[in-house]
């Protein structure tokens, strides 16, 4: 009989993936204040102004991600020449990884990302750059292992020999060097990082299905059963100077067969950044976000101290926005943000961008630009150099014996079909302007 850590003692009814069994030390570590913060951050941001059932939060997502986390590795570890007590401690740090990836998300989740302090505040002497904002991920990695939450996953998960260290490692490095993720002679850190972080890792998996169904669109679909079947684990040989002990390390890859189903799986992302995440509505109240803070400077800061960042959710924004004088916060809570004028979508339309910004101004009318640019990956630009490539396995080559390994890049031209990334410029007025921004851009003949 199970015990300790491993020990199932609930099930969550999730409406994308129905039953989601948890284990005793992930019960702990969801119960802490810093992981049930995530209940108060929406995922979509202000995508509720768009998508009226756009309300579901990070807490939800993080949970399904865990979810995947334990079903894809279990899959891939299932064949992998380990004994049984290094398999449930591998699986265990992907359903950690991917339960934590996000914890360090503000407000409104990457609307207010712009409110995090300085990577100086956040990390100390360490960093080069005093002024340069932290990101989410800098903030997950501070709540990881300098907070409460460090003490809940080393004390509830050492029974298995996770640590928090071992959780940030894998969430954070595409090569994370640490001993307790080597099993058998393997390095395991690339393959937890690739299924937590990678090119057809759980976060994206989860966020698509979920994101879909709560804005009642379809763009976010793929085939996921079939997708996961044929995901494999595929073992190379290390190189020197990773400083690890292990003689090989383990990548994931998928069967040639479920290619069409990962280029989808790639088309459906694109899409849902067209339709969804780069909605015009969506980016006007985030760039009316990012005005306050300009108005209002530090004072709008979201605080880096753990005591005050676990009180920081979405009521604890509006709240401060309700409070503020700003007009910027006013627009933000009547919900009046800057208006969309125009969308510049060819290049013949983006070159009369200086017509655009001269008829505005001889009109007084004063113009916020903003660049969408949805991009169906980023894998593309750094393939040929990347130290954890997606691979795809050949079960039956046509010529030769055995099957054959290449990299995502040599097998689908999708890549290079979408290089030219779609660039959208828009072009945002006061909502009291643009009657009058439309008569100058019609006086103007633009």
């Known amino acids: ?263 989808h799986f790639l088309l459906a992302r694109y899409h849902m950044f067209q339709m969804v995440y780069y909605h015009p509505i969506s980016d006007a109240y985030d760039a009316t976000l990012r005005r306050w803070l300009a108005s209002v400077g530090e004072g709008a800061r979201i605080p880096g101290a753990m005591d005050e960042f676990v009180r920081c959710n979405d009521a604890w924004l509006r709240l401060r926005l309700e409070a503020s004088d700003d007009p910027w916060a006013k627009r933000i809570v009547d919900r009046k943000p800057i208006a969309l004028l125009a969308e510049l979508r060819t290049d013949a339309d983006r070159a009369r961008r200086p017509e655009v910004e001269r008829a505005l101004g001889a009109a007084g009318v004063e113009a916020f630009w903003h660049t969408a640019k949805p991009v169906l990956s980023r894998y593309a630009a750094s393939a040929g150099a990347r130290i954890d490539p997606l691979l795809v396995i050949e079960a039956r080559p046509p010529f030769g014996r055995g099957p054959r390994v290449h990299r995502i890049e040599e097998v689908t031209d999708l890549f290079d079909r979408y290089e030219r990334a779609l660039r959208i410029e828009r072009v945002y007025v006061r909502p009291e302007d643009r009657s009058r921004a439309r008569a100058a851009l019609a006086a103007a003949d633009i």
């Open 1 to 263: 009989m199970t015990s300790g850590s491993q020990r199932l003692v609930i099930e969550l009814r999730d409406p994308v993936h129905g039953g989601v069994p948890v284990r005793q030390g992930e019960l702990r570590v969801i119960d802490t204040p810093l992981f049930q913060r995530l209940r108060g951050v929406r995922q979509l941001g202000f995508g509720e102004h768009v998508f009226p059932g756009a309300v579901h939060h990070r807490y939800l997502h993080s949970i399904g991600a865990m979810h995947l986390a334990g079903e894809v590795a279990a899959k891939l570890l299932d064949g992998a020449p380990i004994n049984e007590d290094e398999r449930v401690r591998l699986i265990q740090v992907a359903r950690l990884a991917a339960l934590l990836h996000d914890v360090g998300h503000p407000p409104l989740s990457h609307a207010a990302e712009s409110l995090l302090p300085s990577r100086r505040e956040l990390l100390g002497d360490l960093v080069s750059e005093p002024d340069e904002r932290a990101s989410h991920e800098d903030m997950t990695a501070v709540v990881l292992t300098r907070s409460p939450l460090t003490e809940v996953l080393d004390r509830e998960l050492a029974d298995v020999g996770v640590t928090a260290q071992d959780v940030a490692a894998v969430i954070a490095d595409k090569r994370p060097a640490r001993e307790s993720l080597c099993a058998s002679g393997i390095d395991f850190g690339p393959l937890l990082h690739q299924l937590v972080s990678g090119e057809l890792d759980v976060d994206r998996m989860d966020y698509l299905l979920r994101d879909s169904y709560f804005t009642g669109v379809r763009y976010g679909t793929y085939d996921r059963d079939w997708l996961v079947s044929n995901l494999l684990l595929h073992i190379e040989p290390s190189a020197e100077g990773q400083g690890l002990a292990a003689a090989s390390f383990a990548l994931l890859a998928i069967d040639m067969r479920a290619l069409p189903a990962f280029e």
